[in-house]
């Protein structure tokens, strides 16, 4: 029987015990191996017993139903081998001309990435055909029934490739990047990852609540996604950049602990560690001192990287932000390498003078371990690494230094460690800088330290990026404690000041809470106030970002006032907040950590890329659906929107 439905027919065969059909369509190329189609089957009632890499020798002489990809197909003739594959792994199964002539017909015609179903019995491998390389290696499927469920065509690259294709290509044909063993162990990860936390979180009392996607826009320090409203013409939503608002809300609702494994959106740059849509643990408590936010996150993390196969131990340790930048140059220090030391007094003033160093400013030694001895011209490359802030000098000749100035160069290796295959660069004030006359000068650490203390902590890490072959501080070691050095950084500034504006911003957000005792200082001396906030950092990366946040509305007056904005302005953006505060607000805090950098950091992988789905270029691209594109006129006059072209 023939139906004729256009192009397609379908003719009803009879091979082995199930039904199949060719399907025959003039507008499909095919295989060259295909003479007017490729024979496919239906799937019928057949069940799956086991995944392909569950089989193991003490399943010798059972039946067994696998269904999977091609992975590999050879011929030698009266044997044909496939490796077929799914997300559990590769099974061996074997066709034999001699045990069934018709099935060994039909396995010529696979091709790789064709999806089967091989029905047979499991077989021990031949001592000399092992394969010690996969779990299933001493085992194979000797096949008495083949069905094919779909053909493919020769995609632009295998899943089994040892050599990668470019990104680009990867990312259009994600669907078929996503079948590498490697993609498919960091999906696999992210979800055991995400399900450890969201049972750790519900059994410490949590509840899991969901947050508007479809919101109003508020400032929180990037770029909103905008969503225009058809029904109020003119009118948008913004995608949350986070649920901030509404987790606070929610406190306010009495939901003393909450947590949301939550999609957040901003629009922004993108670089390895940056996504416009991206996944964060937001949680939030009520009663909270930061102390206990820090035993929440500890415990889930450890939970984490447990299911990751990796034991680590809480408590993290702590540092003050103001520490931070003296000893690394940076709030988010990688602590697997060495601080620096500020050697000034290591100098004496004529030494300072005769190498045109600012003596009211930092001298930063920069030890990174094991270098050897550098050529001239490796000294040179140095250079370029070297970003100057506020008019910060290098010297990367620390022989030099030594030649010329021995007993300071002999303290220097004293103060900062140094061994004598060590390499140490200085980074120094000119004489010219180090004037903080404006407000943010009253600070512990002023902009001017600040500008040699960043300009340091930029080169250290570049030095050690450079240089890690030859340091290998940066490959594991299997000791959790040495490779994953987790840290709370802790007593943020609560203000920064804005140059361009000339005047005060919030560092974290305005609903942070500062500490008790600096509230007096808030319009007296808001460079000295200190923020109840905290940020988690894991091996130089920031996984999290929290706070104590204003509870009273009298303090958030205050804050509002310290920041320049009226009681007008503070109504018109965050109205609806504030007059929730206003009905019995409790104490509360919390934080949020992006799940994606903490799954790129246990895959070991360099980009978020590798750990998402289905990401986005560089270039904010989804190269797979082509997105984004335009949308047609009508699409445009429902919304009451006109594009304007940019002149080229």
């Not at 390499?423 to 650490?445: N, T």
């Not at 940066?474 to 709370?488: E, I, M, Q, S, V």
Request: with cysteine; hydrophobic share 40%; glycine share 6%.
């Amino acid at each position: 029987m023939e139906i004729d439905i256009g192009p397609v027919a379908f003719a009803c065969l009879s091979l082995s015990s199930a039904p199949t059909f060719i399907i025959s369509n003039s507008a499909t190329s095919r295989e060259p191996n295909s003479e007017g189609g490729t024979l496919l089957d239906f799937l019928g009632d057949l069940r799956r017993t086991h995944m392909c890499g569950a089989l193991r020798p003490s399943d010798a002489g059972q039946k067994a139903v696998l269904f999977g990809w091609v992975n590999r197909r050879r011929d030698l003739g009266n044997l044909i081998f496939v490796d077929i594959r799914d997300r559990s792994g590769v099974t061996q199964v074997v066709f034999s001309e001699e045990r069934n002539p018709a099935v060994h017909e039909k396995a010529e015609s696979l091709r790789n990435e064709y999806v089967i179903a091989a029905i047979g019995t499991v077989k021990l491998r031949d001592a000399d055909t092992i394969n010690p390389n996969i779990p299933t290696g001493t085992i194979e499927l000797v096949v008495d029934e083949l069905r094919i469920l779909n053909e493919a065509k020769h995609p632009p690259f295998l899943p089994s490739d040892t050599e990668l294709a470019n990104e680009e290509k990867r990312l259009k044909y994600r669907y078929i990047d996503l079948r590498r063993d490697a993609m498919q162990f960091n999906i696999e990860l992210r979800h055991k990852v995400a399900l450890a936390i969201r049972d750790y979180l519900a059994a410490q009392g949590f509840f899991e609540i969901e947050t508007p996607f479809m919101t109003r826009s508020t400032p929180e320090g990037a770029r909103d996604y905008l969503v225009p409203s058809r029904v109020q013409p003119g009118t948008f939503y913004a995608l949350p950049q986070s649920p901030q608002l509404f987790k606070q809300i929610l406190m306010i609702s009495g939901f003393d602990k909450y947590f949301q494994i939550v999609r957040c959106f901003r629009d922004e740059d993108l670089r390895a560690d940056r996504q416009p849509e991206f996944t964060q643990i937001d949680l939030e408590m009520s009663y909270p001192q930061p102390e206990r936010v820090w035993e929440t996150v500890e415990g889930f993390l450890t939970a984490a990287f447990k299911v990751a196969g990796h034991e680590i131990k809480g408590a993290f340790q702590r540092m003050d932000y103001d520490d931070a930048i003296r000893l690394y140059g940076i709030d988010k220090p990688d602590l697997r390498l060495p601080a620096f030391a500020d050697v000034r007094d290591c100098f004496t003033p004529v030494d300072l003078e005769q190498l045109a160093i600012n003596k009211d400013l930092p001298v930063i030694a920069i030890r990174t371990p094991k270098v050897g001895e550098l050529s001239r011209k490796e000294r040179d490359d140095i250079k370029p690494l070297f970003i100057s802030k506020g008019g910060a000098r290098i010297f990367e000749d620390f022989k030099r230094i030594e030649t010329k100035f021995p007993e300071a160069g002999a303290r220097i290796r004293e103060k900062s460690g140094a061994e004598a295959d060590d390499l140490v660069v200085l980074v120094v004030g000119s004489a010219q800088s180090g004037k903080d006359d404006h407000p943010a000068g009253k600070r512990k650490v002023t902009p001017a330290e600040l500008a040699i203390y960043a300009s340091a902590g930029l080169l250290r890490v570049a030095l050690a990026q450079k240089y890690a072959e030859r340091h290998g501080i940066f490959k594991k070691t299997g000791d959790p404690a040495k490779d994953y050095r987790f840290l709370w950084v802790t007593n943020f500034p609560m203000f920064e000041y804005d140059e361009g504006d000339k005047r005060w911003v919030a560092a974290h957000h305005p609903f942070t809470s500062p500490h008790e005792e600096d509230m007096d200082k808030l319009e007296t001396d808001p460079a000295m106030v200190r923020a109840l906030a905290y940020d988690v950092v894991l091996n130089g990366t920031e996984l999290g970002s929290g706070s104590i946040r204003i509870h009273r509305q009298d303090i958030q007056r205050k804050i509002f006032h310290a920041l320049g904005m009226t009681e007008e302005e503070a109504k018109s953006r965050f109205g609806f907040f504030l007059e929730a505060l206003e009905y019995g607000t409790p104490p509360h805090g919390g934080i949020a950590l992006g799940l994606d950098r903490i799954v790129m950091i246990l895959a070991g992988a360099d980009s978020l890329r590798e750990v998402i789905p289905f990401p986005k270029t560089a270039a904010a691209k989804d190269l797979m659906v082509d997105a984004p594109t335009p949308v047609t006129d009508a699409q445009l006059r429902d919304l009451g929107i006109s594009v304007i072209k940019k002149p080229s």
